[in-house]
Structures are given as structure tokens and as C-alpha cells.
Nanobody, 122 residues
Framework: QVQLVESGGGLVQAGGSLRLSCAAS????????MGWYRQAPGKQRELVGT???????NYADSVKGRFTISRDSAKNTVYLQMNNLKPEDTAVYYC????????????????WGQGTQVTVSA
């Protein structure tokens, strides 16, 4: 129903920047929340940031001031601008979309991308 394709991952040096993109396709409704999560080896998947269709954002404390999430709803695309990267940011980053199953319903569906590797070297 919904497909998410991430891009922009790679290898960067500490202090560098990287921009991730996630393009969603399929049955995307106007009201939804798009976001980024990450999972490092030996750790649980954690929130990086989310952005609602109304523009409100939410960030993990560990990335506040360094990462910025944005979206282009017309293109159903969410971005993650990562600045001042640190080795501890190394993880697989996953794109996420949450939305109502259909207009007029209250239940939600959640979709995940396949993930993109971000590696930060010291």
C-alpha cells in the first residue's frame, strides 16, 4: 500500500554533515506523521525525529540542535539534515510513516523503509 525509499546514507567524518531523504509512494493521505528512527548494533531502535503534516516536530534529546527534520508534503518526502555528526550517530536509519487507514477512520497504519546505513568515522 505504501512504499518508502530512503537515500543519502553513507560514510562521513566526525563533524561532517549528511542529508537523508525518504520518498513515500502509494496511498498517502494528507494527514500523517513522517519520521526517522535509527538502530545501532546492540541497541534498540530509537526515535530520531518526527514531523506531522501540520509541521510540528519532535526530536530525541541526543540530536537536538544538530539534526533537523523537514518535509515536502506535496512530494510525500521527508528529509533529515544531520550536522556535526558524531561516531555515536552511526546506525541504520529507518524512514517511518504513520497515517489513518482511511479518511473517516481512527485506526492507523505504520510503514517502514528498508533503512540506510550511516557511518561516522572519528
Amino acid at each position: 500500500q505504501v512504499q518508502l525509499v530512503e537515500s543519502g546514507g553513507g560514510l562521513v567524518q566526525a563533524g561532517g554533515s549528511l542529508r537523508l531523504s525518504c520518498a513515500a509512494s502509494g496511498l498517502i493521505f494528507t494527514i500523517n506523521t513522517m519520521g526517522w528512527y535509527r538502530q545501532a548494533p546492540g541497541k534498540q531502535r530509537e526515535l530520531v525525529g518526527t514531523i506531522a503534516s501540520v509541521g510540528s516536530t519532535n526530536y530525541a534529546d541526543s540530536v537536538k540542535g544538530r539534526f533537523t527534520i523537514s518535509r515536502d508534503s506535496a512530494k510525500n518526502t521527508v528529509y533529515l539534515q544531520m550536522n556535526n555528526l558524531k561516531p555515536e550517530d552511526t546506525a541504520v536509519y529507518y524512514c517511518n510513516v504513520r497515517q489513518r487507514v482511511a479518511f473517516g477512520t481512527t485506526s492507523e497504519s505504520e510503514y517502514w523503509g528498508q533503512g540506510t546505513q550511516v557511518t561516522v568515522s572519528a
